[in-house]
């Protein structure tokens, strides 16, 4: 099982009751609205659940779900991930989401940070990006704080509701990053 502390959190592998934690912030209007789904029913948390479970069996496993434990009330507030795009171009993909109860307090940054020194440390990773929506400055100042480098504008790469969405990318190269150098 795969365990990491952050200052105010800390990320471990999911257990079944966090559909509720899930639950919590997947049902909210704010949580989505930048994202290709809907609000959560019940059965969707527990089906992402699910799909975290079945997606930590396989084998080589390229995605790694964590569900995000604040330290201090014990809540079970959000998730982070790192998603291997290519094994053999050695690059990974980031992303985190939270309950709007602990937005703007760089807490998702903190998250970013720990994912992305798993995926060089661990996942022995060259490139590790992400990718948010033109308009989630939020997202774009974590990004940033993370360590990543703005790339570029990508043209209408998700169908929401509303019609095609652009989006902003960032990166961050294995010798760029803090740990790695000398």
Same mark, same amino acid.
């Given at each position: 099982?795969?365990?990491?502390?952050?200052?105010?959190?800390?990320?471990? @592998?999911?257990?079944?009751?966090?559909?509720?934690? +899930?639950?919590?912030?997947?049902?909210? /209007?704010?949580?989505?609205?930048?994202?290709?789904?809907?609000?959560?029913?019940?059965? @969707?948390?527990? @089906?992402?659940?699910?799909? $975290?479970?079945?997606?930590?069996?396989?084998? #080589? !496993?390229?995605?790694?779900?964590?569900?995000? $434990?604040?330290? /201090?009330?014990?809540?079970?507030?959000?998730?982070?991930?790192?998603?291997? !795009?290519?094994?053999?171009?050695?690059?990974?993909?980031?992303?985190?989401?939270?309950?709007?109860?602990?937005?703007?307090?760089?807490?998702?940054?903190? +998250?970013?940070?720990?994912?992305?020194?798993?995926?060089?440390?661990?996942?022995?990773?060259?490139?590790?990006?992400?990718?948010?929506? #033109?308009?989630?400055?939020?997202?774009?100042?974590?990004?940033?704080?993370?360590?990543?480098?703005?790339?570029?504008?990508? !043209?209408?790469?998700?169908?929401?509701?509303?019609?095609?969405?652009?989006?902003?990318?960032?990166?961050?190269?294995?010798? /760029?990053?803090?740990?790695?150098? +000398?």
């Amino acid at each position: 099982m795969v365990n990491f502390e952050a200052e105010r959190v800390y990320l471990r @592998e999911f257990i079944e009751s966090d559909w509720i934690g +899930v639950h919590n912030y997947a049902s909210k /209007e704010q949580v989505s609205e930048h994202q290709t789904w809907e609000p959560n029913s019940k059965e @969707e948390s527990k @089906e992402f659940v699910n799909q $975290v479970f079945g997606d930590a069996q396989k084998m #080589p !496993r390229t995605r790694f779900t964590f569900a995000i $434990v604040h330290k /201090e009330d014990k809540t079970m507030i959000g998730s982070g991930e790192i998603s291997i !795009r290519s094994f053999d171009n050695k690059t990974g993909e980031i992303s985190y989401i939270l309950n709007p109860n602990y937005w703007g307090k760089g807490i998702a940054t903190e +998250v970013a940070k720990v994912v992305i020194e798993f995926g060089f440390r661990e996942l022995n990773l060259h490139r590790i990006y992400a990718t948010c929506a #033109p308009k989630n400055v939020g997202s774009q100042k974590v990004l940033e704080k993370s360590g990543m480098s703005f790339e570029g504008r990508m !043209r209408e790469t998700l169908l929401l509701k509303e019609g095609w969405r652009d989006s902003l990318l960032y990166s961050v190269l294995e010798h /760029e990053w803090p740990s790695q150098q +000398v």
